[in-house]
């Protein structure tokens, strides 16, 4: 295992879900019914009860796609010029300019998952709609977290945690399926703030 130390599994406190959704080739049209992650949640304590955390680490499919066809996209001209850097394949290598976009992506991420919607008002993005459908809370956007010529393509890079909790799954669910209101950690809400502040220096500058 390239040197990593193995540990025993029954002594695990927290089980990493790698991009599963039924938007993955194969599965289309398979339905997964309401609480897919609950079972096997459920399933997993059984075989190993110190599990205590459970998470996804998820790829953001639609994120670039609508970063460049969306007309509600919150940025300025400076900004989109900015993002144009994202055609160049070897971006991040360029410490100053990956800070900068990151200082204007995080935001936008949040934006995406918190506040844009489709014209029928449901999340944009495929895998979101899936997770926060079966009940998970957006715990992390998680900046160049897939450097893969199709992650730079599809998300600039970034990836995202989902955390099930049993608790509150049904609980979160429901907010979704009633409202539409999406589960978010505290560190995802704030980046929403940073978002907003920079939309107001925008605005005064």
Known sequence: ADGRMLINPRTARTAVFYSISNTQKGLGGISFGSFLIKQVVEELRRELPKLDTFITLSPVPGFVQWLRQAEDVPVSDEERTLLENLD????????????QLRA??????????????????????????????????LEKIDWLGDLSPKGLRESAGIMVNYLYRLEDIEKNH????????????????????????????????
Do not use: C
């Open 88 to 99: 160049r394949p070897d971006w991040f290598e360029d410490a100053e300019l990956t800070a």
């Open 104 to 137: 204007v992506l995080e935001p936008l991420a949040a934006h995406y998952f918190l506040k844009a919607r489709t014209s029928k008002g449901r999340l944009i993005d495929s895998v979101a709609r899936f997770h926060i459908g079966n009940g998970a809370r």
């Open 174 to 205: 429901e907010a979704y399926a009633n409202q539409g209101d999406i589960a978010a950690s505290s560190a995802v809400k704030k980046l929403l703030k940073t978002e907003g502040r920079r939309l107001l220096d925008m605005r005064l500058a």
